[in-house]
């Protein structure tokens, strides 16, 4: 059995630079490694919808945006799976099953739906979909017999959902499932990449994010404009590189090569911060500086954008044909899933033998 990868994001909004460097940047260096025999991209519209069920035109236009930024930031089409979660309705009967394997308390226990129902003020209104998600991306996950799922770290407590899952199902029916890993990032800036506005997380509704769309101009303002040390009025004040945004980003970012190219003054980041630290460094520079890296990562993504945006339909026929694939191979592990949870009974010339024999015989 070979590796397989599989992840995803919810069409709720363009994606970001945050996304970006915490696990897109990744997904395509794994996709060009060789390494995995398949992988399978998807897009989580079905997820979306869990709290956006009376906002579907939402969900609507942001399938076409995430697919554009999955093709824009290299993903290939030849090599990676793109596909629409609602497509393959196999998940949603595999979801159901796995229902039968979660308490609700486990579930009242994930942090991330914790917080999530929260931030929604969902306290009241918490709708059962939204509630039981880390189910359905239990399905999302072993309908491919995943191997691999590089996410995030807000996406640790589902992969561990997950895993449980696999446990319960295989203990129950047998050797059916494959148990997930996660895979983060190792860059620590890349785990939770801020806002501009130097809050913890990039989020639209925030509005501070960089998104991976935004045309050259746009990326320059939203740079020039970010949150840094509060404290670092005058140039020769001495600055914190801790918790600011910049250098945040620039760890996300930036390699030594970069500033022989565009600040030749240091020899790589440690240098800069340490000048930083120091006092006599003043922010102008650096944004200048994570600007011009930034732009240079962000240039080849925003042209090969602008192809596929000539041709849309194209685009369409990349997702449904990646669809189709998924299909087939979610059909084929829940047709091993109903075997063994012994619901598939007309594909079981044995179990109508024995069940005629034993009627005859009364
Ligand atoms: N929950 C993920 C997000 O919010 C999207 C997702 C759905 C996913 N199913 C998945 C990620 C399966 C990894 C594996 O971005």
Not at 20 to 37: F, M, P, T, W
Not at 195 to 216: E, H, Q
Not at 274 to 302: C, W
């Amino acid at each position: 059995m070979g590796k397989i990868i599989l992840t995803g994001d919810r069409p709720t909004g363009k994606l970001h630079v945050g996304h970006y460097v915490g696990s897109l940047r990744r997904r395509v260096e794994l996709q060009n490694s060789g390494e995995y025999d398949r992988i399978f991209i998807m897009i989580a519209d079905a997820q979306a919808l869990t709290d956006n069920a009376d906002n579907p035109e939402k969900i609507r236009q942001n399938v076409i945006e995430v697919a554009l930024d999955y093709l824009s930031v290299g993903l290939d089409p030849a090599k990676s799976n793109l596909f629409v979660q609602s497509y393959v309705s196999e998940l949603t009967e595999m979801t159901f099953y796995y229902m039968n394997l979660v308490t609700v308390a486990r579930l009242q226990r994930n942090p991330t739906v914790k917080n999530e129902i929260l931030m929604r003020g969902f306290q009241n209104t918490l709708p059962v979909g939204f509630f039981t998600y880390p189910v359905s991306q239990t399905a999302d996950i072993t309908a491919f017999k995943a191997t691999t799922v590089p996410v995030g770290e807000d996406q640790l407590p589902m992969i561990e959902q997950a895993r449980e899952i696999v446990r319960k199902f295989n203990q129950i029916y047998g050797d059916v499932l494959v148990e997930p890993d996660a895979m983060l990032s190792d860059n620590k800036a890349c785990l939770r990449l801020p806002g501009i506005d130097g809050k913890a997380k990039m989020s639209k509704s925030l509005g501070n994010c960089i998104y991976l769309s935004d045309p050259a101009d746009e990326v320059q303002k939203k740079i020039m404009s970010m949150f840094t040390d509060p404290n670092h009025l005058k140039v020769s004040d001495p600055g914190q590189v801790e918790g600011n945004p910049v250098f945040t980003y620039l760890d996300a970012f930036c390699k030594d090569e970069h500033f022989e190219r565009y600040f030749p003054d240091y020899a790589n980041l440690d240098e800069m911060k340490a000048h930083y630290t120091r006092g006599g460094l003043g922010d102008v520079k650096i944004k200048r500086f994570l600007n011009s890296v930034m732009q240079e990562e962000l240039e080849p993504i925003r042209k090969r954008r602008k192809e596929y945006e000539k041709d849309i339909p194209e685009v369409y026929n990349i997702l449904k044909k990646g669809s189709d694939i998924a299909r087939e191979a979610a059909a084929e592990t829940l047709a091993e899933m109903k075997a063994a949870m012994k619901i598939n009974y007309f594909d079981d010339a044995e179990l109508i033998a024995e069940q005629a024999r034993k009627f005859r015989e009364e």
